[in-house]
């Protein structure tokens, strides 16, 4: 469904998938804790627009390939870390992962939620791991312009035909949209933009810096 979500309606929504596997044992060698295990999609990880402390976040080649990697929260990282962690193989639930970043300290969200004993997973990985054939909710962000009223009935018509569903019988799923993600996800889009617009200026001016030096030099070697 969530495939086929994409694909028929590219360009009016983007959609996001996630699986929250609850609180599962993480291990290491003879360390041991507890995360909030959830598997997730690059957009979902876009909307939640956690920053890294070291390392590297989940990447597009890890969702596509589901590759067993895992970036850890500032609590799981803290109850484990032996000062080798980075590349090293944790267990969740008995299967093995590499952790391929941890995440910075966050503090709780706004409903109290820890945020940092999370553990965050590919999707794909998460489904085969729970053993979940599809996802349990979809969630969407209506493009500019969009009607999301709109996109909520054309989308629960095409999951009904896809699931046999007729009138008689309920929906046997559920679609999460709302302003709330809507704002996080542009916000979050945002906040990267103004980073990466920072970043030019900053080359820019030491550029410009390195040119202007070089032009005095030229212009003093002449004089002398």
């Given at each position: 469904d969530y495939e086929t979500l994409r694909a028929a309606f590219a360009g009016e929504a983007v959609f996001f998938g996630m699986i929250l596997g609850g609180r599962l044992q993480v291990s290491v060698l003879g360390?041991?804790?507890?995360?909030?295990?959830?598997a997730m999609d690059l957009t979902n990880l876009a909307i939640e627009n956690r920053e890294i402390e070291s390392g590297f976040a989940l990447d597009e080649e890890d969702m596509k390939l589901g590759t067993r990697s895992c970036v850890l929260g500032a609590d799981v990282a803290e109850s484990?870390?032996?000062?080798?962690?980075?590349?090293?193989?944790?267990?969740?639930?008995?299967?093995?992962?590499?952790?391929?970043?941890?995440l910075?300290?966050?503090?709780?969200?706004?409903?109290g939620n820890d945020r940092d004993s999370v553990v965050y997973i590919?999707?794909?990985?998460?489904?085969?791991?729970?053993?979940?054939?599809?996802?349990?909710?979809?969630?969407?962000?209506?493009?500019?312009?969009?009607?999301?009223?709109?996109?909520?009935?054309?989308?629960?018509?095409?999951?009904?035909e896809r699931h046999g569903l007729d009138v008689s019988r309920r929906n046997?799923?559920?679609?999460?949209?709302?302003?709330?993600?809507?704002?996080?996800?542009?916000?979050?889009?945002?906040?990267?933009?103004?980073r990466g617009i920072v970043?030019?200026?900053?080359?820019?001016?030491?550029?410009?810096?390195?040119?202007t030096n070089v032009l005095l030099m030229a212009v003093g070697r002449r004089r002398a």
């Open positions: 360390a041991r804790t507890v995360g909030d295990i959830r484990l870390n032996d000062g080798r962690l980075m590349g090293r193989i944790v267990l969740i639930n008995g299967t093995s992962f590499r952790v391929k970043g941890t910075r300290r966050a503090g709780p969200d706004a409903q590919p999707l794909r990985a998460g489904m085969r791991m729970l053993r979940v054939e599809g996802l349990r909710g979809i969630g969407f962000v209506p493009m500019s312009g969009v009607s999301d009223d709109v996109l909520v009935e054309r989308i629960t018509k095409l999951l009904r046997d799923f559920e679609i999460e949209s709302g302003e709330s993600a809507a704002k996080q996800y542009r916000d979050g889009m945002r906040r990267h933009l103004v970043m030019a200026g900053i080359a820019a001016a030491v550029g410009g810096a390195v040119v």
